[in-house]
C-alpha cells in the first residue's frame, strides 16, 4: 500500500485543482485502488465512490451491466474494462471512471487468461484500456502491480486531458 500512496497523492491533487471526481470499479485489486485514494485528506472532494466488482453478481448489482450488454465481451478484456470504467463514471456522476479486471493468481482465471494478466480502463475527457501482464503468479504481488498501474493510467490520462481552468 505504501507504493501506493505518492501516486495517490498526486491524483488528489491534480482532481481537486481541476474541480474533478473519479469513481472506480475494481475487481481483482479488491478494493486497493478506492483504499489509496481514500488515504489522502481531503478525498471527499474527488472520490464519489466505488466498488469491488468480483462476479458476475456484482456486476449485475452494483454497475447494473446486464447479460445483453455483455454480449461478446468478456471479462478480464480491454472492451470489459472500457465498459466498467464508464460505468461507473456515470453512476457515480463523476469526471472520471477507473476500472480494473484481472486475475491475480496463483492460477489463472476462467477464462484462459494466466496469473499476472490485467486490463485497465479510463473513461473521462480522455479514454484509455491497457493490460498488464505481471507474468507472476503472486496474489499479493500482482494485486499491488496491477493497482498500481491503474493508478499510474490514471495520472496519465489526468495530464493528457485539457484542465477546464486554464
Known amino acids: 500500500m505504501e507504493n501506493l500512496l505518492p501516486l495517490a497523492e498526486k491524483i488528489a491533487a491534480a482532481l481537486i485543482a481541476r474541480g474533478e471526481t473519479i469513481g472506480v470499479a475494481e475487481s481483482s485489486t479488491g478494493g486497493l485502488i478506492s483504499a489509496a485514494l481514500l488515504a489522502i485528506p481531503g478525498a471527499s ?18 454497475v447494473n451491466i446486464t447479460k445483453d450488454e455483455m454480449e461478446g465481451i468478456r471479462a478480464s478484456s480491454e472492451p470489459y474494462a472500457a465498459l466498467l470504467a464508464t460505468r461507473a463514471r456515470d453512476l457515480l456522476g ?23 494478466h490485467s486490463c485497465i480502463g479510463v473513461a473521462g475527457p480522455v479514454m484509455q484500456t491497457i493490460t498488464l501482464e505481471t507474468g507472476r503468479s503472486d496474489r499479493r504481488e500482482n494485486m499491488l502491480a496491477f493497482a498500481l498501474r491503474a493508478l499510474k493510467l490514471l495520472r496519465e490520462s489526468i495530464e493528457k486531458a485539457p484542465s477546464k481552468h486554464l
Open 94 to 116: 463523476a469526471t472520471w471512471g477507473l476500472s480494473e479486471t484481472g486475475a491475480t493468481g496463483p492460477t489463472g482465471n476462467r477464462y484462459g487468461d494466466a496469473a499476472g
Open 45 to 62: 472532494a474527488y472520490y464519489r465512490g466505488g466498488g469491488v466488482i468480483y462476479t458476475p453478481r456484482a456486476r449485475a448489482a452494483l
